[in-house]
């Protein structure tokens, strides 16, 4: 029986190491996001900043054509995920596998990554482990420690002593809470009360009454994107949270444009953290957005960002590695790459393969009678804190 | 259900148990994808693990009449178990199955308590309860579980220290193949029984069933635990070949799911479970690969037009088929 | 007032919201027992009418309210009579898959035409903010929900009790073989009935998006609070699917209030002991 299966598999092989030699004209990237679903809008941002990128630089690198072949997993579904990264290289050839918004999905795919020896570009999952699950592994995002804990370190920094902490109740949310709370407690700050919500809360008035009652200078949020960051925004109005006097600070999601839409005026004085917001005054990010503007019709996101840089990457590592697609030399190629992007100066840690970027604190104010992230302040070169504990 | 003349129950039991052309010739082609398709194996073996699921959902929900919108808690709690096992460094596949059954069986056999005592919507609420209470557990309980990121660290040793789980999915499918066919041998075996028989009584008019005498809570009971450990035997199958497991095993989509694969193929028959499972993960993962944005739709399409036209779920509508070529010739 | 009180008309609110969304559905499936999954797809449309009239043809807020109610009736009458009411002696299986194939189509044609992000709305000025009453805010939103709500509820009471209609439909609910028997139209009343019960739903649809949000996956993630509601208050009750909502939303908010750690537990715990209690629901007569 195992003869027959090892013939079986032996010709099955050599079937594919035929198709194999046709195939070497083309870069394929195997692009696994959750194009369908609840996450479907960010998938969506993601590929324009692929687009984009695709757009101004042309589909051929080192003498190769780039295809994209698009797998999606529909939400959170790490066996899919793996079955689909598992599909793109044996049954599509693809050399490199990118996108990855959600952390499960990116997990599971890092394993094929690794015993597929393939090149993977991480272009939105902020948990730190999903750098370390794979030797080819490089991210273009941002971490969650790496935004919060630089929050909280600033937060201190600036004025605020005692904070209560709201996130909600699952991976990302408690990696939030856990890093934020270490950045303000290093840099001296008191943290007076914490609260998780569950998942998936349609209504935060019981929580935020209990952040109010412990009285605190700042409240600090941290819920997925969606409807819940106008949802909380409105619940902290409504029980009386004055944004400009009791301090507000989240992450990114918080005041996406949809959010500050919904929330009105109550959104004025939320303090947030970003690796990017399309506000950024630079002219690489004017550029960027007016491109973007004029190709979709609407504004970019973190997401598009992450997109638009992982291309860049893969079409530098391909350049420099002399159009060679094996993740060896894909990887080398990659770490200490650096480069200027709309976010601002960005490079991939030669040790963690992990994204060093630099940190942007926003305010929300009014800018021509529309709501705005404004820039306040930046930390530059920030590396992953969480790999610091790997 | 067609029986020429029926000499007694046995009897007809008899002649239902023996193996048809059809089946044959089904369970033999099962074994086309090895050659005619192999980079659909990882596919296949997917939908051979959905089958197995669909299988223990028919048994309570077609045979048994219990309508259960919660079935994933079962499953997912099969996943997990066989995930931590290997974690905590016992990477055997088959004994691994085993525990997984056993833990699934046992919550199976906890929850059939409450299960039997109910019938219609609070039936339906009270498992859709139970599958959204265990996923907000796993959930809180993430030190054991992972949370929200998934169980890490699961490595499945290879089967008999032999076949080990390529990239390419051989061994994935064989071994959800197989151990698909042997529990489908049980489960055939067991319907077409007294205790089948006795079932398919509850689910007609359960009053009945006790009006005679028949002790419809207890045989509720049994059917209950045996479809939790297979559903969890078909998890922990899902978890050993991919190596991942993450809190949607134990969610309302993939519950939901699976009762629609149940009623699309046709509830009652066996082969319409896994039918269903068949058409529903393929068409899924075609339209999903010609547009990855709205295959929704397509397969909300499809649901429909499978309504409207085929009352009886695809395995009615081929056993109609087959009937009436029968009958025209 | 101890804050507790503000988070409590806080959690009415929402209860409030919720009976909007479920008591069309209670009814149906008393009278019917017919099994609509499809009924929040029904709530979806109505919201999508209210962006599309406040964003796209700058409708007033107000004015959206009832054409929400109007279109999702519309859409109810049409599926009803072309497709649905061929299954109303089908089995309650076929009536899920049915049901759950217009989810699917619906949910996939909202992500078309709108796009899956979130889908904002501008509420008048006079309806945003807070009241400060006695220490305490109140949403101004909020206060309009729960009266809204209150008057669809007297109204709905009122036309059960004291219309004919109300009388036929009690009737039919109570005992559909013998109302027929008597020479009811159950038929066209059921029609009526759901209609009415899906145009309440596209109500609560646009009220919810300045409350809870609305994207395409909203008809399936409310079904769930939906069905909750419907099978504790009972089949075919608006007391009981009122009195459930309540008891749902609040206690919802307390527990996540006094005792945060177990939030998402609560409302499922509580389901499923007062399922058990009493399986025929709060006030319902009838098992499913």
Known sequence: MQRLLCGLAGCALALLGVEAANAQDAVKIGLIMPYSGQFADTAAQMDNGIKLYMKQHGDTVAGAKIELVRKDTGGIAPDLAKRLAQEAIVRDHADILAGFVLTPNALAAADVSAEAKKFMVVMNAATSIITTKSPYLARTSLTTPQLNYTLGTWAAKNGIRKIYTMVSDYGPGIDAETWFQKGFKDAGGEIVGSVRFPVANPDFSAFVQRAKDSNPDAIYVWVPGGAQPAAVGKALAERGIDASRTKVLGQDALTAESALKSMGDQALGIIMVANYDYNLDSPTNKDFVKAYNDEFHRNPDFFSVGGYDGMHLVYAALQKAGGKTDGDSLIAAAKGMAWESPRGPMSIDPETRDVVQTVHIFKVEKVGGELRNVEIDKVPNVKDPGHKTN | MTTATIAGPHDALQTQARWQWAEIAFWLATLLPFILAPDYLLLASQVAIAALFVLSLDLILGFAGIVSLGHAAYFGLGAYTAGIVSKWGWGEPLTGLLIAGLVAGAFGYLTSFIVARFRHLPLIMITLGIGLLLQEAANSASWLTGGFDGLQGIHTWPIAGKFHFDLYGYTAYGYALAVLFLIFLGARRLTLSPFGLALRGIRDNGERMRAIGAPTRSHIRTIYTIAGMIAGIAGAVLAQTTETVSLEVLGFQRSADVLVMLILGGAGRLYGGLLGAIVYMVARDRFSGLNPQYWYFWIGLLLIAVVLVLPNGLFGGLSLLTRRTKAAS | ?288
């Not at chain 3, 979806?44 to 406040?54: F, H, I, K, R, S």
């Not at chain 3, 609040?250 to 609560?266: E, R, T, W």
Request: neutral net charge; contains cysteine; charged residues 10%.
């Open chain 3, 1 to 288: 007032m101890p804050p507790a009180f503000g988070v409590l008309f806080d959690g009415i609110a929402y209860g409030m919201l919720l009976f909007l969304l479920s008591v069309g559905l209670s009814v149906t499936l008393g009278m019917m027992n017919f099994v609509n999954l499809a009924h929040c797809s029904f709530a979806m449309l109505g919201g999508y009418v209210t962006v599309t009239l406040m964003n796209f043809f700058g409708w007033p807020f107000f004015a959206t309210l009832p054409a929400a109610f109007i279109v999702a009736a519309a859409a109810s009458v049409v599926l009803e009579r072309s497709i649905f009411r061929r299954f109303y002696h089908a089995s309650d299986l076929d009536q899920c898959l049915l049901t759950i194939g217009v989810v699917f189509v619906s949910i996939a044609a909202a992500a078309y035409i709108y796009g899956t992000d979130e889908q904002p709305v501008q509420l008048p000025d006079f309806l945003r903010g807070s009241i400060n009453f006695a220490g305490l805010n109140f949403a101004v939103y909020r206060l309009f929900l729960i009266a809204v709500a209150l008057v669809i509820t007297i109204l709905l009471v009122a036309a059960l009790e004291m219309t004919r209609f109300g009388a036929q439909v009690r009737a039919a609910v109570n005992n559909q073989r013998m109302a027929r028997g008597l020479g009811i139209d159950v038929d066209t009343l059921f029609a009526v009935t759901f209609a009415l019960g899906s145009g309440l739903a596209g109500l609560g649809g646009a009220l919810a998006i300045a409350m809870v949000g609305l994207d395409p996956s909203f008809a399936f993630t409310y079904l769930i609070y939906v069905l909750i509601v419907v099978s504790v208050g009972g089949l075919g009750s608006i007391a009981g699917s009122f009195a459930a909502a309540m008891l749902l939303g609040v206690s919802d908010i307390a527990g996540k209030y006094y005792v945060p750690a177990i939030g998402s537990f609560l409302i499922y715990l509580v389901m499923m002991v007062l399922i058990m209690a009493r399986p025929t629901g709060i006030f319902g007569r009838r098992q499913a």
